[in-house]
């Protein structure tokens, strides 16, 4: 083949350790508790998550060992394939070597098995018997489902009600795999009772439905809560998406001089873009990494650096970030895994340090670049991807500008194949640019708990 | 890793020819004008499809060159995975060793690729603007216009109507891809006019938008037909599957004893397992084949080996082939891609030669069964597929009563993320067992064209 399009790994070239940024940002601010604002310790996390896990999300160590189980079942879509996207390149007219590390092809079509698979290992080495967790458009939620059926765990999932409705075929799709899945707010917890209660008709939240499965978690020794983005361990897991890139561009003799990635949380952002930080940080070649954030939800163009509750009712830990504002509600972009009112705090720290950049699209531009995007390169992605299609597109088009040829990685983390109706909406003139309430996130910032300056 | 689960190949090395049965099987039966009953030749193919094409359908050689730009597409998605059902083989408690080629990694999600790409690319060079065709559940109608996006080709895809209501998320990916998707029956043609004007509210059904979409491409010289599937050079196309297997079994120092492919039309089938029929045919190893049917759609075990049309108009060239008549329309199992009345003639030429066996599996079974498979290899498989997973797994039952370890092969033609109605269907009980009407059957064979035995 004269013009090679894909880089693989054989199972056996996986990583062996997962890397963890934390090792690298030392003064890393710590977790704290909402009640007493002492930074958080092994014993609060151990009600909800086992204590390898917690471990993890307190660890300073650079190198976590990938357990020989989580290797095995990552071996099913593992390592993933990291792409050249050169009928792209030909359709932008560009210098640019552009490649794509594609998620999609893991079952349940993103990212997020990396780190289920692993939080449904320990939870079954510790025992439990069932996760509790939120989800949104449903991406996590599937993956939690598939990890729990393949390591025999007892899977519910509270999925925001609006989603839950819209979104039919992703209910399916958990409990094909065994999952039990829950509009909320529901009647089976008090949180969702008190919403309901005030507002029997609430659409739910992402907020609403995780202090559900943090009550949940919390009330039944059996039972944990798994969450699939913004927390130190979870970006953990993530990381074996960057590790492995770097060895295929070995493979590809490049190497990138941008890395791009769509952020809501961080955990896909993170898990590409932190290895080749690391890298940086340890004397490897420079590189620009761009976080691609919703418009409608600017979180890291936009927010404030400061402590506040991963969830909207206030039951998590108090997390350094950049923050909207736990009561700010992003406007319904069709991306709905970026719709998060935070980002995870590895992904503030590094932001902060100006180890990274972060620019905000527009969904209509995004929508745009995706179409593009499936006629040249086949694979119709995500609505999250988009955000880093159209950012990459941009990058390439200002090689062409400059006339300067760079190499640019983006991270493709899913396939859009239960998001077509956002395409419809798009190709038929009827979705339009959503935008945030500047005074709803100065309301919602000022209100930012009494912690802040901890 | 100490249990492999995955073989792959390089795109290096994938297979440079197609591998084509026809050559093997000597005094195979021509395709034959229905009006003459003198077999087809070339010429009466290029109204509708290349010369290239053309030729390919009519070859003898056993093997023909892919061409390097096919190649180059395929790449995207193959060489597909071999995978070891580990953790299937561990739920069914059996000393089998079960693999399965999994072609749902594909962009349009299942194996039909394999062929929109060759054709769109032959149809490219030949000067082709347009290519018509029709679709049932979609599979097809998505492959081609993912095919006609990558090599720039408009694309109209007359889709049943029935299902083009059923399952809007099929038409919307087509028109992601930029492909035109008409419900069938159309006013766009004289034959969806005459099917309206005797049925305003016909469902439609393949064999009508077969002939929407041979009219269309008969009337317009820069539009040809696309088929999906029963044509020789479709399965020849599709060979890529089974010799890709048959390299990535000698990576894994094992031959399988048994393949089994799921068939409707016979290319998945086909694709599969021919190249290991050719194999024995020229002194390989000995391999039981076996072709899974559904039970409300039994073809090869309950139909006839004869001269019939492949569409319900009666356009097409006359097929020796198993058939339960054109006019029999199957019973509305969820497996579209397995609603069809006849079987392709080289499938056919083979199941007479006693080549490989047909055997016939319930819906109700076939999903169960392909619920245990998603849930202990994680990968949710199209309703095709399941019928593939049932016969396997019956065979992997087999082994551990007889104490027998044997290898054996699947294909997994696809996933079901578009079919996850039918899933929620079996769960929750609905999903009833359908039957087709032997007196239908008989009435339809009845009425075979008069050149049967020409």
């Not at 690391?278 to 600017?298: D, N």
Request: include cysteine; charge should be negative.
């Amino acid at each position: 083949m004269t013009d090679r399009i894909k880089y693989l790994l054989d199972e056996r070239d996986m990583p062996g350790t997962w890397y963890n940024l934390a090792a690298d940002l030392p003064g890393l601010a710590p977790m704290r508790h909402p009640g007493t604002g002492a930074p958080i310790v092994l014993d609060d996390l151990l009600p909800i998550m086992p204590e390898e896990v917690a471990n993890q999300e307190l660890s300073r160590e650079a190198e976590i060992e990938i357990p020989e189980p989580v290797r095995q079942v990552y071996a099913q879509y593992r390592p993933s394939p990291l792409f050249r996207a050169r009928r792209l390149e030909r359709a932008l007219d560009t210098p640019a070597r552009i490649y794509y590390k594609y998620e999609g092809g893991s079952p349940a079509g993103s990212h997020k098995p990396n780190t289920a698979i692993a939080q449904a290992y320990y939870n079954r080495q510790a025992g439990i018997t069932r996760l509790a967790t939120e989800t949104g458009a449903g991406q996590w939620g599937s993956s939690l489902a598939l990890a729990g059926a393949l390591f025999g765990l007892d899977v519910s999932v509270y999925m925001v009600k609006v989603s839950y409705h819209q979104k039919p075929y992703r209910r399916m799709f958990m409990e094909t795999y065994g999952a039990r899945c829950t509009p909320s707010p529901s009647t089976e917890t008090a949180a969702g009772r008190a919403v309901l209660a005030a507002d029997p008709d609430c659409p739910g939240s992402l907020g609403i439905a995780t202090s559900e499965a943090l009550e949940v978690a919390g009330g039944d020794p059996g039972t944990n809560y798994a969450g699939g983005s913004v927390l130190n361990h979870v970006l953990l897991h993530q990381s074996v998406i960057g590790q492995e890139a770097i060895a295929q561009f070995a493979l590809a003799d490049d190497y990138p001089d941008i890395v791009i990635g769509c952020a809501g949380g961080g955990s896909n952002f993170g898990g590409l873009t932190f290895p080749f930080v690391g890298a940086a940080l340890r004397g490897g070649p420079a590189v620009r990494v761009i976080a691609a954030e919703p418009a409608a939800c600017p979180t890291m163009t936009r927010g404030r650096l400061d402590y506040d509750f991963g969830d909207t009712a206030g039951l998590t830990p108090l997390l350094r970030m950049h923050t909207l504002g736990h009561d700010f509600v992003p406007p319904p972009v069709h991306a709905g895994g970026l719709r998060y009112h935070g980002m995870a705090p590895l992904v503030s720290e590094a932001l902060d340090r100006n180890l990274i950049e972060a620019v905000a699209a527009g969904q209509l531009d995004c929508f745009a670049a995706g179409v593009r995007f499936a006629r040249s390169e086949g694979i119709v992605p995500a609505p999250e991807s988009t955000h880093a299609i159209e950012v990459a597109m941009r990058e390439a088009v200002r090689c062409r500008e400059e006339g300067t040829p760079r190499t640019i990685l983006f991270g493709l983390s899913g396939h859009g194949h239960f998001d077509l109706a956002a395409y419809e909406s798009f190709l038929t003139g009827t979705m339009r640019e959503e935008q945030y309430d500047p005074d709803a996130v100065a309301t919602s910032l000022a209100a930012l708990p009494t912690l802040a300056d901890a």
